[in-house]
Nanobody, 121 residues
Framework: QVHLAESGGGLVQAGDSLKLSCVAS????????MGWFRQAPGKEREFVAL???????MYSRSVKGRFTIYGDEAKTTVYLQMSNLKPEDTAIYYC???????????????WGQGTQVTVSS
């Protein structure tokens, strides 16, 4: 079992930046690829970004060019650097692990509790 803990959310203004962190612990945490999803009020959870430990990355169209996903050398922490935030980025952000290379939610096995990001206009 892998435990994931997100942090770094908060209330910011449009145009600001914010960095989220996700720490993975537990059995074989470093073998998984790690991704970020988000869920806005009244909407389904959607893919944001994914990283492999060979530093391949994947982004949704809505965040590409504004968000950057990267990990640490220990392969147990993944970050989501968010820039030029927009009100539509307001959501609960979740990290999750996968052994696949896919933006599909069903491909992810372990999930964190989420961290709230609110962007005011």
């Amino acid at each position: 079992q892998v435990h994931l803990a997100e942090s770094g959310g908060g209330l910011v203004q449009a145009g600001d930046s914010l960095k989220l962190s996700c720490v993975a612990s537990g059995r074989a945490a470093s073998v998984f690829r790690m991704g970020w999803f988000r869920q806005a009020p009244g909407k389904e959870r959607e893919f944001v970004a994914l990283i492999s430990w060979t530093n391949n990355t994947m982004y949704s169209r809505s965040v590409k060019g504004r968000f950057t996903i990267y990990g640490d050398e220990a392969k147990t922490t993944v970050y989501l650097q968010m820039s030029n935030l927009k009100p539509e980025d307001t959501a609960i952000y979740y990290c999750a692990t996968t052994t696949d290379w896919s933006p599909r939610e069903v491909s992810y096995e372990n999930w964190g509790q989420g961290t709230q990001v609110t962007v005011s206009s």
